[in-house]
């Protein structure tokens, strides 16, 4: 699986949007974007992925770049309670290949009252 | 509720023993993962079973092994444990290979 570049931390302002970058410059044509999130000491928690369109759920909205070389997960309107570290992990989905999830130091966001 | 079922919750045990940590995957699903995640340290990838074979290993010591039963969950079996040893162990189900995790709420192992 390609390897991410995320950064080590970032802080927010309760209510407004969430950016948070990551870099996936090896990825291949068949490797999707995953971002998942761990609420301290909680299980991760999905959160979205995608393979080239942009992609919109309930909790964020993922940005993926045309050359698909990175990627930003978006927030829209941040809570105190998605203080969280993000994860941004690239592998092989949809049966094609038995990679597990492997999850880097991601980026520890803190949302600011 | 995630639907993953991990038990128990927490446990303390001395150095050397052996104990088994027991997951319920989500209904319907085949593939059972297995992390350690030791106190600020990443998610460590440890096993994956699915539908009761063996499927991928990353950092699984000799002293850890698991098996998938024909229900579908899963145990994790610790032992000759080592104080460093003491990390949250998290159990993740999907419906197969590929597909992305929903994660239980771990077990706290600490090993005193």
């Known amino acids: 699986d390609a390897k991410t570049t995320q950064p080590t931390s970032m802080d927010c302002a309760e209510g407004r949007a969430a950016n948070l970058p990551c870099n996936h410059s090896?990825?291949?044509?068949?490797?999707?974007v995953y971002w998942y999130r761990q609420i301290h000491s909680q299980g991760p928690q999905y959160i979205i992925h995608g393979l080239k369109n942009n992609e919109t759920n309930e909790m964020a909205s993922l940005i993926i770049t045309e050359d698909r070389k990175s990627s930003t997960l978006i927030l829209p309107h941040a809570t105190l309670r998605d203080t969280a570290v993000y994860y941004c992990?690239?592998?092989?989905?949809?049966?094609?290949?038995?990679?597990?999830?492997?999850f880097g130091k991601g980026t520890r966001l803190s949302v600011i009252a | 509720d995630s639907g993953v079922t991990q038990t128990p919750k927490h446990l303390i045990t001395a150095t050397g023993q052996r104990v088994t940590l027991r997951c319920s995957p989500r209904s319907g699903d085949l593939s059972v993962y297995w992390y350690q995640q030791s106190l600020d340290q990443g998610l460590q990838f440890l096993i994956q079973y699915y539908n009761g074979e063996e499927r991928a290993k990353g950092n699984i010591l000799e002293r850890f092994s698991a098996q998938q039963f024909p229900d579908l969950h899963s145990e994790l079996n610790l032992s000759s444990l080592e104080l460093g040893d003491s990390a949250l162990y998290f159990c993740?189900?999907?419906?197969?290979?590929?597909?992305?995790?929903?994660f239980g709420s771990g077990t706290r192992l600490t090993v005193v």
């Open positions: 090896t990825i291949s044509g068949n490797e999707y």
């Open positions: 992990i690239v592998r092989l989905a949809g049966g094609s290949g038995n990679t597990p999830l492997v």
């Open positions: 993740a189900s999907s419906p197969g290979t590929g597909y992305g995790y929903t």
